[in-house]
């Protein structure tokens, strides 16, 4: 007997022929899944109403009503709109705390550090015990 058959090498009657599935009930090829059925259905072009024929879409649309329902005053939208904005743009992405000013203030720093030590472009060697001992 060859060795075509052990531990994950089931018996070649009973393995699956080529193009034959493990799951013959499961979701069909080609078959497009909700957040692609979303995104769409997103992406499809519709006319603004009041705008004159303005073409844009939907995703554009809702967005627009949003705001514009938030901006007169409905504040259930208001309230949407800054949860939304909240979750799409947090404070604390990227955002670099420091400022030219507190960059020129290191660079002083450090080089007042440099003279103290009495080396003008160079940083100072570390200290070590023996040096401390002599």
């Known amino acids: 007997m060859a060795e075509n058959s052990g531990y994950g090498r089931p018996p070649q009657h009973s393995r699956f022929k080529p193009g034959e599935s493990g799951n013959p009930k499961g979701r069909p090829k080609g078959r497009l899944s909700f957040k692609s059925d979303f995104a769409e259905e997103f992406a499809e072009l519709i ?3 009041g705008n004159g024929g303005e073409v844009c879409t939907k995703r554009r649309a809702l967005v627009k009503k949003l705001i514009n329902e938030a901006i007169s005053g409905d504040a259930k939208d208001a309230n949407a709109l800054i949860s939304l904005c ?9 955002a670099d705390p420091r400022t030219a000013d507190d960059d020129a203030f290191v660079k002083k720093l450090a080089e007042r550090e ?8 160079t ?12």
């Not at 440099?114 to 472009?121: K, P, T, Y």
């Not at 100072?124 to 401390?132: I, K, L, Q």
Request: charged share 40%.
């Open 47 to 49: 006319a603004v109403p």
């Open 86 to 94: 909240a979750r799409l743009f947090p404070e604390n992405e990227e």
């Open 114 to 121: 440099r003279q103290a030590a009495g080396e003008d472009s």
């Open 123 to 134: 940083v100072a060697p570390p200290r070590t015990e023996e040096r401390e001992n002599e």
